[in-house]
Nanobody, 126 residues
Framework: VQLQASGGGLVQAGGSLRLSCAASGRTNRRYAVGWFRQTPGKEREFVAGISWSGGSNYYADSVKGRFTITRDNAKNTVFLQMNSLKPEDTAVYYC????????????????????WGQGTQVTVSS
């Protein structure tokens, strides 16, 4: 599975962005998807995850109530809608796929993911 993240950019605090993660390749396999973010000198941190069916999701406390993760399996794409953005949301955002045999939310441990996208920069100005 190859992943392509897009949709990043520069936005003012309080604004919104919508990230996309498009999958290609062996997309017939069932995979959960997680979004992570990373800033220089810090560990890559979990942001949100969604199960294969889209019926379950999970958020980091720092984004709960502001970010929404969804997916469209017909288009092999996962979205991260980010509202009420804050300067501390500034980071490179990565999507990742975790191959799972059951329909559950993905683990927040980045080492459990099988495939990663290349990252998209999100910058929130104050």
């Amino acid at each position: 599975v190859q992943l392509q993240a897009s949709g990043g950019g520069l936005v003012q605090a309080g604004g919104s962005l919508r990230l996309s993660c498009a999958a290609s390749g062996r997309t017939n396999r069932r995979y959960a998807v997680g979004w992570f973010r990373q800033t220089p000198g810090k560990e890559r941190e979990f942001v949100a995850g969604i199960s294969w069916s889209g019926g379950s999701n999970y958020y980091a406390d720092s984004v709960k109530g502001r970010f929404t993760i969804t997916r469209d399996n017909a288009k092999n794409t996962v979205f991260l809608q980010m509202n009420s953005l804050k300067p501390e949301d500034t980071a490179v955002y990565y999507c990742a796929a975790q191959i799972l045999n059951i329909d559950i939310v993905p683990n927040n441990d980045r080492y459990r993911y099988n495939y990663w996208g290349q990252g998209t920069q999100v910058t929130v100005s104050s």
